[in-house]
């Protein structure tokens, strides 16, 4: 298991501002960097589902189609070129709003854990991500799969704490076109050079 390109990719998709990242940003604002942790505790356990049926569907395919891995690692490969270059040529200069959010503790919880919960493409993405790092999927131990779950939601916790953190500064920074684009063109270096490096493991083996 290549540890450093999973923890690599998994800190780049959290980087990326999307709904978690604003809805975390939303929070932090209105009801402080406190009471956001548990907004944040949310979304870690709105994507731990996912992760356990990206798991399971990677021993799957791993098990019973194993001349698939080498088409989704190649899928994978041009995906986050494709998400690298895109950036790189065609940043956003606006970002969707993000949903209010009321209440207290639970309803933050529960409005973290819907954000992740509810996103389609976790799955494919971290079946993608799964192979790309090697996670051993042949067969489920509980020690691969608790160094994958650390490593994933470790990830998602930590970036989603320091949007907490800097929420006030990053509110008013991510409303304006310009560092919306540098913030764009940054991460699609990030999801080139990840590419590239995926494409460097791929090709020897191909």
């Known amino acids: 298991m290549n540890i450093g390109f999973l923890i690599g990719s998994c800190l780049t998709a959290s980087l990326s501002p999307g709904p978690a990242a604003l809805s975390t940003i939303e929070t932090s604002l209105r009801y402080g960097k406190r009471r956001t942790f548990w907004h944040t505790l949310g979304l870690a356990i709105g994507e731990t589902p996912h992760l356990f049926l990206s798991l399971f569907g990677m021993h799957w395919l791993t098990v019973y189609a194993p001349y698939a891995l080498p088409l ?31 209440g207290g503790a639970l309803r933050l919880f529960l409005r973290g854990a819907w954000v992740n919960f509810s996103n389609p493409k976790t799955i494919p993405w971290m079946i993608v991500i799964i192979q ?58 990030l999801w080139l050079a990840l590419g590239l490096l995926m494409a460097w493991r791929l090709l020897p083996s191909a």
Do not use: H, N
Not at 72 to 96: D, E, K, N
């Open 72 to 102: 989704i690692g190649f899928a994978g490969m041009s995906y986050f070129l494709y998400l690298g270059v895109g950036l790189l040529l065609r940043p956003r200069s606006s970002l969707p709003e993000a949903v209010g959010v009321e």
């Open 132 to 189: 790309a790092a090697g996670v051993p999927a042949d067969q489920l131990a509980w020690s691969t799969t608790g160094v994958f779950l650390l490593c994933t939601l470790g990830s998602e916790i930590s970036v989603m704490s320091f949007y907490a953190f800097v929420g006030d500064r990053l509110r008013v920074r991510l409303k304006d076109a310009a560092t919306i684009r540098v913030v764009d063109r940054v991460t699609g270096v």
